[in-house]
């Protein structure tokens, strides 16, 4: 979580400015392709209505002409689906971390699991950087089918109360993570 494609130097959530809220995303494209993480884009949120502020809008920040090319194909895609579509198609300049109570948002919220991750990942860039604790707040925000959990909560080193309370928060919900071609 960070924010931007503003001018506002060293943004806070508090000294927002003109950037927006945003996540950066490290993939590796012979695993998960830009055309797919586009497609989450566009299932994950509806963008069918203007923001209310810069820094809750629509935005697809790209790094090359071929990414800007994918985004506004993408973005006629959505639109047909979805009828107008708000979202901007912004070249990227710089990412810059939101501060640490904005990362992992959903798992600092459960309490126990959020003390369990801490006791591994004591240093915050550690946790903020830690892939089992970005997959544990992915299940808490609703991503994420029961079978999918299961096949993977062992991995993530939480003790049985833990890997309960987890359990707990994912009830046999439909839906999935994006599937890796």
């Known amino acids: 979580m960070g924010y931007a494609g503003g001018t506002t130097a060293d943004p806070t959530y ?5 950037h927006s809220e945003t996540v950066q995303i490290d993939f590796d494209p012979s695993h998960l392709t830009y055309a797919d993480l586009l497609a989450t884009f566009w ?12 820094q809750y809008a629509s935005i697809i920040f790209v790094h090359d002409e071929e990414q800007q ?7 006629r895609a959505a639109a047909v689906r979805l009828g107008r579509v708000y979202t901007d198609i912004v070249p990227f300049e710089r ?3 939101a501060e640490d109570y904005h990362q992992k948002y959903r798992l600092r919220n459960s309490a126990r699991l959020y003390r369990e991750f801490r006791s591994f990942y004591p240093a915050a860039a550690d946790f903020r950087e ?3 604790a970005a997959r544990v ?3 808490l925000d609703g991503w ?6 299961e096949a993977e909560i062992e991995s993530f080193g939480l003790s ?4 309960a309370v987890l359990r707990k928060a994912v009830p046999g919900r439909a839906g999935s993570w994006l599937k890796v071609r």
């Open 95 to 97: 990412f810059y971390l």
């Open 137 to 139: 707040n992915g299940y």
């Open 130 to 132: 830690s892939t089992a």
């Open 14 to 18: 508090r000294t927002i400015g003109d």
């Open 43 to 54: 299932a994950s949120h509806r963008p069918t209505s203007p923001a209310f502020s810069r």
């Open 160 to 163: 049985a109360e833990g890997e």
């Open 144 to 149: 994420g089918s029961r079978e999918e959990l």
């Open 69 to 75: 090319t994918a985004a506004e194909e993408s973005k």
